[in-house]
């Protein structure tokens, strides 16, 4: 009916608004590095995640769909994970922000390390490492907090936190694994991302390492590096349980930014500086934006 007024009064009035639905997930965190000892690290915080469709992060509401108009640009940057260098002991990086407009998603917060053992604020916090390292927190509406580290004498360390469940404490028989991530249709089939990653554990004192979350989430080392969060889901790197300087906690994946809206339109993007593709899924184009910062507008 609006439409058909538009169209009676002609083109000098502006579009009508339409909506978009979206799934922004931040970079995930690296794990914690070992150190000559065998006392490694916790796992990092997944990256916190905020959707409209299915679910979103840390247990909130649904995020509200945004409206948009056609010949305008829209900026959008997709957060990198996070990484830790082969420095013994030091602690994950947190993984970087990623953006939709108004919508900001918190990299994930790093996985702690033995001399520096608590683990970082991120969407997801990272693990604390031994002995006893206190988590870091998640983000409200984005994730969750990760897991502590383990008190007694068995080096093991705590998980980081997923968009979807807390990282698992460390015990004296294994690490932490990493929190679960949270699971959307928004492409049309039902995908987990932004899972935690596990704490590390170590053979000669009879601890196992810890799993990464589902959805992306690095597993924790054993007297290895720690694995690196899957790329393009937020997932945090796994810690590392390293007698070595050559082992080091897992990166963190690279985070997402996926927009549905009505298939009658299409997307650029202005400038450059984005790695996207666009698929149809019945009446909605999915466009999903891997890497980069710039812009998207609608025609």
Do not use: H
Not at 132 to 145: D, E, F, L, P, V
Not at 253 to 281: E, K, Q
């Amino acid at each position: 009916m609006l439409n058909t007024i538009y169209g009676a009064l002609g083109d000098s009035l502006p579009p009508l608004p339409q909506v978009i639905d979206y799934l922004v997930i931040a970079g995930g965190a690296a794990g914690g590095n070992g150190n000559n000892s065998g006392i490694g690290g916790a796992g990092g915080g997944a990256g916190g995640l905020r959707c409209t469709v299915t679910a979103t992060g840390g247990g909130g509401s649904l995020e509200s769909a945004l409206s948009f108009t056609t010949a305008t640009n829209y900026t959008v940057t997709v957060g990198a994970g996070g990484t830790v260098d082969f420095t013994q002991s030091a602690k994950g990086g947190n993984g970087s922000n990623s953006v939709f407009r108004t919508i900001t998603s918190t990299g994930g917060g790093g996985g702690g390390a033995q001399g520096d053992i608590n683990g970082l604020n991120g969407g997801s916090g990272g693990g604390g490492a031994y002995p006893a390292g206190n988590a870091g927190t998640g983000t409200a509406n984005q994730g969750y907090a990760g897991g502590t580290g383990a008190g007694s004498l068995d080096y093991s360390a705590g998980a980081g936190g997923g968009a979807g469940a807390v990282g698992q404490n460390a015990s004296n028989t294994k690490g932490g694994d990493g929190g679960t991530g949270v699971a959307t249709s928004i492409t049309g089939s039902l995908t987990t991302y932004a899972g935690g990653g596990g704490g590390q554990g170590y053979t000669a004192l009879g601890t196992t390492a810890g799993a990464g979350g589902a959805g992306g989430g690095g597993a924790g080392g054993n007297q290895t590096s720690g694995v690196n969060g899957t790329a393009n889901t937020g997932g945090g790197g796994g810690g590392s349980g390293s007698n070595t300087p050559t082992y080091k906690g897992g990166n963190g994946g690279s985070g997402v930014v996926i927009l549905r809206y009505p298939g009658t339109f299409t997307i650029s993007n202005p400038g450059g500086g984005l790695t996207l593709s666009t698929a149809t899924n019945g009446a909605y184009k999915i466009t999903t934006v891997t890497a980069g910062t710039g812009n998207v507008s609608f025609a």
